[in-house]
């Protein structure tokens, strides 16, 4: 009778102790003291939390182990065989088994056209693209927004279109347009307002407020770019005549007559003409500091054989190209269907070929995704006008998936994947605490199922503001974002979003 009544007390009173104390282990630290008190930026309520996969991607290679996230930055790597007990008594695991746990992608080329054209795409909606694409920082280029990014009135205007409403980290490139590359007080206080580095085209963009620069422009923005060891990013296309004037002989709706408008000379002639100022920027020159990098590169021939020789010689120089390279290819674009209109033009098989040679060869540094939405109507897909239609390819949500299926081919490995999307971006970009999962680096993480497939049918939740503009529509994708992680906010997994945007602003210091 004694012992029940004992026992009777007893319980109870040992079972708050453990409440107690399972508590106190269980989550180490109140979430709100370490969330600037906003429980909703992650969907995860710890803050010290330790992450285990049989396939992480450190600089050192693929391990099986786990990672150890404190305060949004990578404190520990540890090795399964040297992961002991002890160390993770106290805190969350998320066991993530054979799922890959990578860097986030770093995406230096979108358009998020916001302000002034958030119709088109908008800071929301594209950030949550990204986020559920693995996506972890995006830089956003000063054109398709309205005003461009050219001053630092006109950045402003971003910063303040960005606050809270941004799900990943989001830096930006500045505009060098005609009107300030001669001026290098404008430029430098371009540059001091916090643009990452300057971007220019050198044929007609297509924006009325972003006019095309000349070599000259592009020479005194690299001498003003070297004081500041931010980078000039070009688009490489220079008019020329090509094999036919306009197009009006010829149907506007066969993709062929889209591509004989802008031949490879055009990538050519621009590239030739571009390195003949880049010596400036090697050891020693009087741009020492600058750096160019050739965005969206298409012609895998003459134009990437000049890029390798300026390399060769010195050049500060870097190239990227972009998944819809990668994927299509001109013989299998339908007629009329203006989803694949980009510039420069996606070219024939034989081209695709060798620009996935260069990837593999390490020719071409790294990949971008040039998300350049537009209002559907700008499209005219019922038209399928390729000469009127808007140019520009709508990818932000699955160029991971993409790189890896369509590289599967030629045995991309995990570890090619987060060079070409993480660890070179973070570099061009200047982001050093982002880009590879290592100690002291922020927690910007992707978990992904390479192995798992699914179908871009009706059914996919696609976040970016158009869907119905993207040629990757009704592809069958293998690699599955399960989580993304952005400075140790868990702000996406299996679909869902975390509520609040809590990305951060990327600004050069
Ligand atoms: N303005 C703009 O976004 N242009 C982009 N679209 C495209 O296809 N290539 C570009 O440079
Ligand atoms: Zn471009
Ligand atoms: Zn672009």
Redesign the pocket.
């Known amino acids: 009778m004694e012992r029940t009544l004992l026992q009777w007390r007893l319980l109870p009173l040992l079972a708050l102790i453990a409440a107690i104390v399972s508590i106190f282990f269980a989550s180490p630290r109140s979430f709100q003291e370490t969330q600037g008190n906003n429980k909703k930026c992650s969907l995860l309520p710890h803050d010290h939390y330790w992450i285990s996969s049989k396939r992480i991607v450190t600089p050192d290679g693929l391990i099986s182990g786990s990672v150890e996230v404190d305060g949004g930055i990578i404190v520990s790597v540890v090795k399964e065989v040297d992961w002991h007990k002890s160390q993770r008594s106290r805190v969350k695991v998320i066991d993530y088994g054979e799922a890959v746990l990578m860097p986030g992608l770093i995406d230096v080329h979108a358009?998020l056209d916001d302000p002034g054209r958030s119709e088109w795409e908008g800071f929301p909606s594209g950030t949550k693209a990204a986020a559920a694409g693995g996506i972890t920082t995006l830089v956003d280029m000063p054109?398709?927004s309205c005003p461009s990014t050219v001053s630092p009135e006109t950045l402003k205007l971003k910063i303040e279109a960005a606050k809270n409403r941004i799900h990943v980290d989001v830096g930006f490139w500045g505009g060098l347009v005609p009107d300030n590359a001669l001026n290098s007080s404008a430029l430098e206080s371009l540059l001091d307002a916090g643009v990452l580095g300057l971007k220019s085209f050198m044929c007609p963009?297509?924006?009325n407020d972003f006019p095309m620069t000349n070599i000259t422009h592009i020479k005194e923005g690299l001498s003003v770019l070297a004081k500041y060891r931010r980078p000039l990013l070009v688009?490489a296309e220079i008019e020329k005549e090509s094999e036919i004037e306009d197009g009006s002989e010829n149907d506007p709706r066969s993709y062929l007559t889209y591509l004989k408008t802008r031949p490879t000379s055009w990538e050519e002639g621009a590239i030739r003409n571009l390195l003949s100022v880049t010596e400036n920027t090697r050891i020693g020159g009087s741009a020492e500091g600058a750096h160019v990098h050739i965005v969206?590169l298409s012609d895998a021939s003459s134009s990437l054989d000049l890029i390798k020789e300026a390399k060769g010689k010195g050049d500060s120089v870097t190239v990227e190209t972009c998944p819809h390279y990668l994927a299509f290819s001109a013989e299998e674009i339908p007629e009329g269907d203006t989803r694949f209109k980009?510039?420069p033009p996606i070219r024939d098989a034989a081209n695709r070929e060798k620009l996935w040679e260069a990837m593999m060869k390490g020719d071409i540094d790294m990949l971008s995704s040039?998300h350049?939405p537009t209002n559907p109507e700008l499209k005219l897909l019922s038209d399928g006008n390729f000469l009127k239609a808007w140019?520009?390819?709508s990818s932000l949500q699955f160029v991971l998936p993409v790189t890896w299926s369509y590289g599967k081919k030629y045995v991309v490995t995990l570890e090619q994947v987060a060079s070409w999307w993480s660890d070179r971006p973070s570099k061009l970009a200047g982001l050093h605490s982002k880009g590879a999962i290592t100690v002291g680096k922020q927690a910007d993480l992707v978990v992904w199922e390479p192995e798992a497939e699914f179908e871009l049918d009706e059914e996919h939740p696609i976040h970016f503001k158009h869907p119905s503009i993207s040629a990757y529509l009704g592809r069958r994708l293998s690699g599955k974002v399960v989580s993304t992680f952005v400075r140790g906010n868990l702000v996406f997994r299996e679909g869902k979003h975390a509520s609040d945007a809590c990305g951060s602003l990327q600004l050069a210091a």
């Open positions: 358009h054109l398709n963009s297509g924006i688009h969206h980009c510039s040039d350049s140019g520009g390819i």
